[in-house]
């Protein structure tokens, strides 16, 4: 999925950064998140972190411009030749 | 958008009072029952045209055909317009925001049916089919359905705060 180990890292890392805005951003003074709200908080801020840390990942770059090339409706069988393909990789 | 339709749909029911006050109807509550049945339905309603895909009575093509179109979401709307007309503005607003968050998707949408089959779409990522593992994989292999679909769950925790429901009560 990934083609540099530090993808999921630099994804915590991003998701740090966000949780650091939404915490400055919208926390109400009288009404300051509690810790286990954090952890959740940052949780979820991991989701669009990866996402962002995928955007410096050639991988997921050049699968989307591959999968652009295919259209799944008009040819679903393409589809089984990617689940083989990962499949293979598996094992 | 899969997984971020849910958190896009509640998103709209934290603002049901703003949505529906323009309407001059009874105003919905934020997160009430009444502002998520309605919002859900509507919201995952052009999705149901993978039914008859699955039953074998249209091709996987007829996915984000008719159900994703402008004259849909206005025959909802007057079709809940005399049952109350805050669940019919309700249910304009999310299905025009589902097709907002499918617009991405690289598969298109024809908006504008039956006046016009130019499809629309901003080609953030690739559309890998309309169900299945594939679609599914191929769907979250790619940075931007994470950081869209991923934002969307952060913006609903942020609503949960600014309204002071769970887990912000």
Known sequence: MFARKLTPYLGLLFGALILLGVWHFFEYPERPFTFFQLILL???SVLPGMGLAMFL?????ALRKEFLKENFYEHPEAADK???KWEESCK | MQVGHAALAAVI???APEITGVTGGPVVEAFSW???IVVFLAHFLPNFDVVPIRLGLAKDSFHCTWSHTFLFAILVGALLLPINPSWSFLAFVSLILHY????PSSVGLPLLLPFSKKRFSCYLWADTGHSGWFSFKG???QSWTWFLEGGMFLVLLVRAYQEGVFPFA
Not at chain 1, 57 to 61: E, F, K, L, S
Request: negative net charge; glycine residues 0%.
């Open chain 1, 42 to 44: 940052y949780m979820v």
């Open chain 1, 57 to 61: 990942d050639p991988a997921p770059q």
């Open chain 1, 82 to 84: 990617y689940l083989k």
């Open chain 2, 13 to 15: 029911a934290s603002y």
């Open chain 2, 34 to 36: 009444e502002a998520v």
């Open chain 2, 100 to 103: 907002l968050a499918d617009s």
């Open chain 2, 139 to 141: 769907t979250y292999m």
